[in-house]
């Protein structure tokens, strides 16, 4: 039965994979890639995944679809990235992804049964840290570096798409959304969910400590309601000069150095969260990464800005 | 086992509008046409779905989880119907 669940899940994501690459239209690929990375994230669940489902469903197909959606709007032009492959490097290529796909099948064959596993080793501490879903406590406690190694990506990514921003924008607000009024519709649908998805924000922060869900998952909620609210000419897109989104990016990386420094005073290393009060600082810092990933993703998807500071 | 019955019937009702909205998606001759035939599987299909999968959740909080998503899904493909239909004419409108 899961075997033929998985295959039925299998069968969209090669059929999409194949139309985004040869769909002729622009838009019709970024639609096919929303509706691959809906098909993705039902494969992860399929696959008891839940958690890497939904950041599946929240980063790699809302909002980089999002992302591509919004370049494709703003591109009126065609930009040409110089000649056309010709045949032969086609066929290079061609080989070299079925090469890659062999290989990477050959080596799941190759697996040892049963499979190696850290799970009973990643379960045991949990009780210390006060989390119950062992992904959460991978991210922010086993291998806190790489959490703030991405959100450190994160914010490199934000300065370098500042940096593609006019010289009379800098410091500004993006290219607003809607070059005209926004449909009714769109704002009756955005004052409907921003609540509903504000919740639900909540919830999935809260609830990360223990089931699938977490920091990250909920912020890009959030990002996506603020995007909302900007299509549907609700709430102004973030000023990137302004005091206050600077101070949003940096409380992130900068809380959880804090903590990490702290660790080294309390429990002997750096990101080390000392026993006692692991919890109220792990929510802590998540609150203040959370904030960070929010406004980041927002300016990323808004695209660099290129108007004066209040028009 | 009036539960089961009544999800049998809701579910394969909610499947057939599915297919019709699908068969009308692909066979529908203009892009208005379609949306309406598309936007009726979506609101109705997925109402008597999940109507016929709420004697299945178990608990009365599980049931109103499930109605919720048939709401939002519901506010939200209506608005993406309009707003498609809304681009359809700007872009009839161009040529």
């Known amino acids: 039965m899961t ?83 010709g045949p032969r490097l ?17 080596l799941l064959l190759a697996l040892p049964e049963p499979a190696p596993s850290l799970a009973a080793a990643t379960v045991e501490p949990l009780p210390a840290l006060g989390i119950g879903n062992p992904v959460t406590a991978v991210l922010i406690a086993y291998r806190a570096l790489d959490t703030l190694l991405e959100i450190v990506v994160l914010l490199i990514a934000v300065v370098g798409l500042r940096a593609l921003g006019t010289d009379r924008g800098w410091g500004g607000r993006p290219v607003p959304w809607p070059e005209g009024e926004p449909s009714p519709a ?53 000023c990137s000069g302004g005091r206050w989104t600077g101070r949003a990016l940096a409380i992130g990386p900068l809380a959880f150095i804090v903590a990490g420094t702290i660790g080294i005073a309390a429990a002997g290393s750096f990101l080390a969260w000392p026993e006692p009060v692991a919890k109220p600082m792990i929510i802590a810092v998540e609150l203040a990464l959370a904030v960070s990933i929010v406004v980041a993703l927002v300016l990323l998807v808004a695209g660099p800005p290129e108007r004066e500071t209040g028009r | ?72 899904v519901l506010a939200g493909s209506t608005a993406a119907g309009q707003m498609l239909a809304r681009l359809h004419r700007a872009e009839a409108a161009d040529d």
């Open chain 2, 1 to 72: 086992m009036i539960a089961d019955l009544l999800t049998i019937v809701l579910v394969s009702a909610g499947a057939v509008f599915f297919l019709a909205g699908t068969v009308g998606l692909l066979r529908f001759p203009d892009p208005l046409s379609r949306l309406h035939a598309l936007t009726k599987a979506d609101s109705l299909g997925l109402g008597l779905i999940a109507l016929g999968l709420v004697p299945q959740a178990g608990s009365v909080w599980m049931a109103l989880k499930l109605l919720l998503v048939w709401l939002l």
């Open chain 1, 186 to 238: 769109l704002v009756f649908l955005a004052r409907l969910l921003i609540p509903a998805g504000l919740v639900f924000a909540v919830y999935l922060f809260w609830v990360g400590a223990d089931a699938p869900g977490g920091k990250f998952q909920a912020s890009t909620l959030v990002a996506a309601l603020w995007l909302l609210a900007i299509m549907a000419g609700l709430a102004p897109a973030p």
């Open chain 1, 3 to 85: 075997e033929l669940l998985a295959l039925t899940l299998a069968l969209p994501l090669l059929a999409g994979a194949l139309f985004i690459v040869a769909t002729a239209s622009t838009r019709a690929a970024l639609f096919g890639f929303f509706a691959f990375g809906l098909f993705l994230a039902l494969a992860w669940v399929a696959l008891d995944a839940v958690d890497v489902a939904l950041t599946e469903a929240a980063i790699g197909g809302g909002a980089t679809g999002l992302l591509l959606l919004r370049l494709n709007g703003r591109m009126r032009h065609p930009v040409s990235l110089g000649e056309p492959a």
């Open chain 1, 90 to 106: 086609k066929i290079a290529a061609g080989l070299l992804a079925a090469l890659v796909t062999l290989a990477l099948g050959a």
